[in-house]
């Protein structure tokens, strides 16, 4: 073999195992504990909340909603999603809480979703800000309304001057603003406040982040390829110390539209405001992540699926998206090797 085709052998080698160091590792298999998972998210991400608490309402007993809107608002069309459940108008009426519930009722009598009356047993936090133009108001008191039909004990917060974005305590840009990374300082802490109405009694959130930020393989929780139900190739897990070793509760936070690690690198994962407070309550916070795209799924703002572009299922246990997002949390709840 001559010289210069061992060199360039030697160099593969060598781009193969630096591109092994920095590819995603698997999900790690935990033990923790999925008899009582909580979710929350903003706008795609808050739809995507309800959604997996309602299909799942035997399991996920508490959301966060910030800027979203009632289960199955969008009945299967992007149209109605972008118009009637974001801003809607006289011409473009939100639907009638009380239609949604029959539809959610026929989801349930036909097996596709949770029995609804585990709903009566669940918590909600809803969010909505006054400097919003995004999803207006209106919109997530028809969350609180649809709740409210189900006997869902809901908390909904609409009195801080927030524009569109996930509100903190210190990071991000404005708080009026509406602008990538969607990540807005409003010295207020939502993931603190909807953590402690979801889960009860926390302890403080710790100094700073202790626990480890895992970038994980998306792949095989899509049956092989992310990319055809919408998701990205990697998403993340917040991992505490001591949930490496111990019995640790499960959170799912979903990110908005434009707000995946694609758009926004790692700055809602890191900042949005659930790390310190998952670090002092033994709490692993799952952030799956889509992927924009344009053919076959028109999807180009990366959002969760809440109209229907995976398919007619999308808001029920066997929507894509939600079976992949389920998976996860299996995954997690698996026993360690």
């Known amino acids: 073999m001559s010289r210069s085709c061992k060199a360039s052998r030697v160099a593969l080698l060598l781009v193969l195992l630096a591109w092994r160091g920095l590819a995603a590792e698997p999900l790690p298999a935990l033990g923790a504990d999925a008899s009582a998972v909580t979710v929350s998210g903003l706008s795609s991400g808050a739809y995507m909340a309800v959604q997996l608490q309602v299909a799942h309402s035997a399991v996920v007993n508490g959301a966060g909603a910030l800027a979203g809107g009632p289960y199955y608002c969008a009945q299967g069309n992007g149209w109605t999603a972008y118009y009637n459940c974001m801003t809607p108008g006289w011409w473009t009426p939100l639907p009638a809480a009380s239609v949604l519930r029959l539809q959610t009722e026929a989801f349930a009598r036909a097996g596709q979703i949770d029995a609804t009356s585990h709903l009566a047993h669940a918590r909600a936090w809803l969010f909505t800000g006054t400097r919003d133009d995004t999803v207006s108001q209106d919109v997530v008191k028809a969350l609180?309304?649809?709740?409210?039909?189900?006997?869902?004990?809901?908390?909904l917060v609409a009195d801080q001057p927030a524009g569109h974005g996930m509100v903190t305590a210190s990071a991000g840009?404005?708080?009026?603003?509406?602008?990538?990374?969607?990540?807005?300082?409003?010295?207020?802490?939502a993931a603190?406040?909807?953590?402690?109405?979801?889960?009860?009694?926390?302890?403080?959130p710790s100094a700073k982040e202790g626990g480890a930020l895992v970038r994980f393989d998306q792949a095989p929780f899509a049956g092989g390829d992310a990319a055809a139900i919408g998701l990205a190739a990697e998403g993340f897990a917040y991992i505490p110390?001591?949930?490496?070793?111990?019995?640790?509760?499960?959170?799912v936070a979903f990110h908005g539209c434009?707000?995946?690690?694609?758009?926004?690198g790692e700055r809602f994962?890191?900042?949005?405001?659930y790390n310190r407070w998952a670090d002092a309550n033994r709490l692993i916070v799952l952030y799956p992540q889509t992927a924009a795209s344009s053919f076959p799924l028109f999807n180009p703002r990366a959002c969760w699926d809440w109209w229907g572009?995976?398919?007619?299922?999308?808001?029920?246990r066997d929507g894509a998206q939600i079976r992949a997002v389920w998976a996860m949390i299996e995954r997690l709840a698996a026993q360690r090797p």
């Open 144 to 155: 609180r309304d649809y709740y409210t039909l189900f006997g869902v004990d809901t908390r």
């Open 173 to 189: 840009g404005a708080c009026g603003a509406t602008a990538s990374p969607y990540i807005n300082d409003c010295r207020y802490d």
């Open 192 to 204: 603190g406040e909807l953590l402690k109405y979801l889960l009860g009694d926390l302890a403080p």
């Open 241 to 251: 110390r001591s949930c490496r070793s111990g019995r640790c509760r499960v959170h």
């Open 258 to 264: 434009h707000q995946n690690a694609e758009s926004v």
């Open 269 to 273: 994962v890191r900042e949005a405001g």
């Open 309 to 316: 572009y995976t398919g007619a299922l999308y808001a029920t």
